[in-house]
């Protein structure tokens, strides 16, 4: 019985030599990252900076010279959170469906059994090209449509599309087409096969893309304020560069039940759809 | 009267009779309910954000001061500056690579403990799933603003916040994973009297190693995209010149050269991380 055990053992493939390989190459590239950053130890502010945030996100209003509660969380005014999260959440509702609308064309003619494994290589392509340009260079680039939430809506829609038009390639590329040749049998029109064969299949997938990508985009929302695309970013960024504890405070006050409460509406919506 | 019984047949639908004289309930429809959902929101949407297509076209089509107005900037591109990029991608990718290893190895011990097959204590399990959510609503760049205050500018902040942001994701991912795993090798070694860590570790780490490496290629890949905005707040990288790039009107030529790096780098990275994925799925 040991013996048996011993042997299967003994003829377990050994990867010694590769494992060694890959843990010598992952070593070099640690040391040669390492030698990127220069470690100064914290800087004279960093205690405070750190000491001051717990302490005002635990309760806003710890200092009495600035009380930031009611002027800034509890208000519907345009400079306050609650707004600023509207805001923000608009910016990412809006600019995912743009995106994701022109991302069906898009998608469409990238997908292999549609356009052929050659043509679908210059969609590829231009949605890799999307999807590398950082959301800032759409938000400066926007900016002279028009300043502020419109700009973000723009740039949000226009970098949504790569990843989208990525996953809804995915979808196309999965279509049963055993229904389209089901519906031909029965003497359906081509009207009749994109709505009974083709769209019930694409529907929900794509919806739960979307869904997917705008919680992502809520999140690329709040720091485009910081190219001034609007949202809440300027105001958190802002207020953690001039130390203003309290604004910071509530600004994540409002910005993590809102995107905790996306994140688990979402995963139920997609759980549902697909 | 006529119309009304056909919107009516939009959203209630009436049954079927099929040929043999049975009923046929059709499916409850949904999609008209999301389409007026989808039509309100996006009112909302569009007065919120003062988005509007009129304006949209006709800036987007002034082409002196819309859009277009940047993009002719760029040219004619300014390709003798690569040399200044080649640094700075660097260390976009070091900072990626540093701060990919550091949250993963930090994921796996918090998806030891996030997962319900394996941590018993329903408080630990939530509170290291709480936290993980937490660290997740916030995007790299507010965490690369803070670790910019607390310590030097420098590539120094945006690997820490590279390293949380992966700790959060790839933490979660793994011990989602975890809890899908078949526990009966698992059971088998701690019947036998071994502590729990040390069954985990026979019997399950084969499995999850291969995933764990997975995951942590993927959060490498989303990674080196984000590390190239850290720059923006002064937390390292290529950001920093591309910042300088565009808003410096004298050196906007220069935003080209800049992208078409980070698109090879990012590509080149992508099809790396692709392929080992492949071979370890």
Excluded: C
């Excluded at chain 2, 900072?95 to 998806?111: C, K, R, V």
Aim: overall charge positive; hydrophobic content about 55%.
């Amino acid at each position: 019985m040991t013996e048996n055990v011993q042997k299967t053992l003994n003829q377990e493939p050994k990867h010694w030599i590769r494992n060694s390989l890959i843990l010598l190459f992952l070593i070099a590239m640690t040391w040669w990252s390492a030698s990127a950053i220069n470690f100064q130890g914290v800087n004279e502010q960093g205690t405070v900076v750190v000491r001051n945030i717990a302490r005002y996100f635990v309760w806003p209003d710890s200092n009495p010279d600035n009380p930031v509660l009611a002027k800034y969380l509890f208000s519907f005014e345009r400079f306050a959170i609650p707004y600023l999260m509207l805001e923000t959440i608009m910016i990412a509702f809006i600019g995912t469906l743009i995106g994701a609308i022109i991302s069906i064309p898009f998608a469409f003619l990238s997908s292999k059994n549609i356009v052929g494994e050659k043509r679908s290589l210059i969609g590829a392509t231009v949605i890799t090209m999307i999807r590398t340009v950082p959301i800032f260079i759409w938000g400066i680039v926007f900016i002279r449509v028009q300043g502020g939430p419109m700009a973000g809506v723009l740039a949000i829609a226009i970098s949504s599309i790569g990843m989208i038009s990525k996953l809804y390639i995915e979808v196309i590329e999965d279509i049963d087409k055993g229904i389209l040749e089901a519906l031909d049998s029965t003497g359906a029109t081509a009207l009749q096969k994109i709505r009974y064969g083709i769209l019930p299949q694409l529907t929900a997938n794509f919806l739960s893309v979307g869904i997917y990508r705008f919680e992502i985009n809520v999140r690329n929302a709040t720091i485009l304020g910081l190219v001034g695309a609007g949202g809440i970013g300027f105001t958190l960024i802002d207020a953690l560069g001039s130390f203003n504890f309290g604004i910071v405070a509530v600004a994540l006050w409002g910005i993590i039940p809102v995107v905790l409460i996306i994140e688990y509406v979402s995963t139920k919506l997609r759980a549902k759809l697909t | 009267m006529k119309r009304l019984a056909k919107l009516k047949e939009i959203f209630i639908p009436s049954p079927i009779i099929t040929g043999a004289g049975t009923e046929v309930l059709p499916p409850k429809p949904i999609l008209p309910y999301i389409l007026i959902g989808f039509t309100l929101m996006t009112f909302i949407a569009a007065q919120v954000t003062d988005f509007s297509l009129v304006v949209l076209f006709t800036r987007l089509f002034n082409f002196q001061l819309g859009p277009w107005g940047i993009v002719k900037r760029f040219f004619p591109v300014d390709w003798a500056y690569w040399t200044y990029v080649i640094d700075p991608i660097f260390e976009t990718v070091q900072m990626s690579f540093l701060g990919t290893l550091i949250g993963s190895l930090l994921a796996l011990p918090a998806a030891y403990l996030a997962s319900q097959n394996l941590t018993k204590n329903k408080w630990v399990v939530n509170g290291v799933r709480t936290l993980l959510a937490v660290l997740r609503t916030l995007p790299i760049l507010i965490y690369a603003v803070f670790f910019r205050l607390v310590f030097f500018l420098g590539a120094l902040p945006g690997t820490i916040a590279i390293a949380v942001f992966t700790f959060s994701i790839v933490a979660k991912m793994l011990y989602e994973r975890i809890e899908t795993l078949d526990m009966q090798a698992y059971h088998a070694i701690e019947s036998t009297g071994a502590t729990k860590l040390k069954s985990f570790l026979s019997a399950l780490m084969p499995e999850v190693r291969p995933i764990f490496y997975s995951l942590s290629l993927y959060a490498f890949e989303i990674n080196i995209r984000y590390a190239a905005i850290l720059g923006y707040v002064g937390a390292g990288g290529i950001g920093f010149i591309l910042d300088n790039a565009m808003k410096n009107l004298s050196h906007n030529d220069r935003t080209i050269v800049i992208l078409l790096f980070i698109f090879v780098t990012v590509v080149i990275i992508e099809n790396t991380s692709r392929l080992l994925r492949r071979r370890l799925a």
